[in-house]
C-alpha cells in the first residue's frame, strides 16, 4: 500500500531527524511497476504515495531547516511502451527525471506541476546524478570554500558540530 508506506516511512523519519542531518527515503511501489513496464499502474502508485505524503505538510514541512528533495533513479521510459511487462525487466533509460526541492535559500521558479517536460522548464536545469549531494549540500549550507579545513580531517561539507582544529606540542 503505497499510501501507508509514505506515512510509515515519513514517521520514522520525523523521529529520526531528531537525531540525524540526512535521511534518504526510497520507496518501492513505483519503481517497482515501471520496472515492470506499467505507466498506469506506476501513476496510481504515485498518487497513492502522494496522499500519504499529507504527513510531510501536517509534521516536517514546519521545520525551516529542513530540505527536501524529490526525485526517482529512473523514469518508465515510454520507448519501450510496445514490450510486455517484464521483457526489460531492472532497465533504467537515459531520460531526465524530475527534481523538485523545498527549503530555504532554494529559488522558487514558475513550475507547478510534477513530471518530464515540466521539470525541464525549471530554474535548476539538468542535474547530473554526481552533482545532487553538492547541490544539497550548497543549499544546506554545508559546503566549504574549495581547500579549507575547518576540521582535523578533510571533508567537502561543513558539519554543524565542529571540532575545532589545534595544533599541539608535544
Known amino acids: 500500500d503505497p499510501e501507508q508506506d509514505a506515512r510509515t516511512r515519513l514517521a520514522k523519519a520525523k523521529y529520526m531527524l531528531q537525531d540525524h542531518d540526512f535521511i534518504h527515503l526510497h520507496t518501492n511501489p513505483p519503481d517497482f511497476t515501471s520496472h515492470w513496464n506499467d505507466p498506469i499502474m506506476t501513476k496510481e502508485s504515485i498518487e497513492s504515495w502522494d496522499r500519504g505524503f499529507s504527513i510531510y505538510w501536517e509534521h516536517l514541512a514546519k521545520d525551516p531547516k529542513l530540505h527536501t528533495i524529490i526525485t526517482s533513479d529512473h523514469t518508465t521510459p515510454s520507448q519501450w511502451r510496445d514490450l510486455s511487462p517484464g521483457e526489460f525487466n531492472d532497465q533504467h533509460s537515459g531520460e ?7 527549503g530555504r535559500h532554494v529559488r522558487v521558479d514558475e ?5 518530464e517536460r515540466p521539470a525541464g522548464t525549471g530554474s535548476l536545469g539538468l542535474v547530473y546524478g554526481n552533482q545532487l549531494m553538492d547541490l544539497v549540500l550548497s543549499l544546506s549550507d554545508r559546503t566549504n570554500l574549495y581547500g579549507m579545513r575547518p576540521t582535523p580531517s578533510p571533508h567537502k561539507y561543513r558539519p554543524f558540530k565542529i571540532e575545532p582544529f589545534r ?3 608535544d
Open 96 to 102: 531526465p527525471c524530475p527534481i523538485m526541492i523545498r
Open 111 to 115: 513550475v507547478a506541476q510534477c513530471g
Open 167 to 169: 595544533l599541539t606540542t
